[in-house]
């Protein structure tokens, strides 16, 4: 299973909207609506920021917000906060019964 | 409140043996199916292993197939992850995750509470 594709890095002032692509295939992305975005500061574990595509868990800023169409899943941060800054992964589940995550994308805050 | 404390990595030959385990506190642990995620050194997440939370289902990536084996003993609320057969490309912070919903029977993918990981480092 190869990993999804997320763009290297995306950069962004204070309070500007950035989008982080991810693309899949219809096996993974376009075939389900299990997909899930995480946000890793370093040295740090991931942490959970959207499921389901769209969904974000009790506790998560609503500046995060999450969309999917064909085969690609998107994740937007909209009034970008230098916390924002970090690296961001999305995941989704596939035909083989497994989970796959993307490559990984660093967001810097200008 | 959730608490996952990995532990047992360390440094091991190549060919060799190692267990991970990783304790649960602060939820019922028999409800949530667990994963083991794993992160090389300056490199990105990737999926190890799925386990239900009966311990009677599992998934693992085709990277670990034969080699890793998932399992969990609910009386002790730990998850464990048998290692076999390691090679260098199994060098790794690896973390154990819960699920966000009860009883999921496959790895969707949400995953809200991670351990702090442990480094397993495959080496001569």
């Known amino acids: 299973q190869s990993a999804l594709t997320q763009p290297a890095s995306v950069s962004g002032s204070p309070g500007q909207s950035i989008t982080i692509s991810c693309t899949g295939t219809?096996?993974?992305?376009?075939?389900?609506?299990?997909v899930s975005w995480y946000q890793q500061h370093p040295g740090k574990a991931p942490k959970l920021m959207i499921y389901d595509v769209s969904n974000r868990p009790s506790g998560v800023s609503n500046r995060f917000s999450g969309s999917k169409s064909g085969n690609t899943a998107s994740l937007t941060i909209s009034g970008l906060q230098a916390e924002d800054e970090a690296d961001y992964y999305c995941s989704s589940y596939t035909t083989s019964v497994t989970q796959v995550f993307g490559t990984g994308t660093k967001v810097t805050v200008l | 409140e959730v608490q996952l404390l990995e532990s047992g990595g360390g440094l091991v030959q190549p060919g060799g043996s190692l267990r991970l385990s990783c304790a649960a506190s602060g939820f019922t642990f028999s409800n949530y199916a667990m994963s083991w995620v794993r992160q090389a050194p300056g490199q990105g997440l990737e999926w190890v292993s799925f386990i239900s939370g009966s311990g009677g289902t599992t998934y693992s990536a085709d990277s670990v197939k034969g080699r890793f084996t998932i399992s969990r003993d609910n009386s002790k609320n730990t998850l464990y992850l048998q290692m076999n057969s390691l090679r260098a490309e199994d060098t790794a912070v690896y973390y154990c995750?819960?699920?966000?919903?009860?009883?999921?029977?496959?790895?969707?993918?949400?995953?809200?509470?991670w351990g702090q990981g442990t480094l397993v480092t495959v080496s001569s």
């Open positions: 219809s096996s993974d992305v376009g075939g389900y609506n299990y």
């Open positions: 995750a819960k699920d966000l919903e009860q009883y999921s029977a496959s790895p969707t993918g949400a995953m809200d509470y």
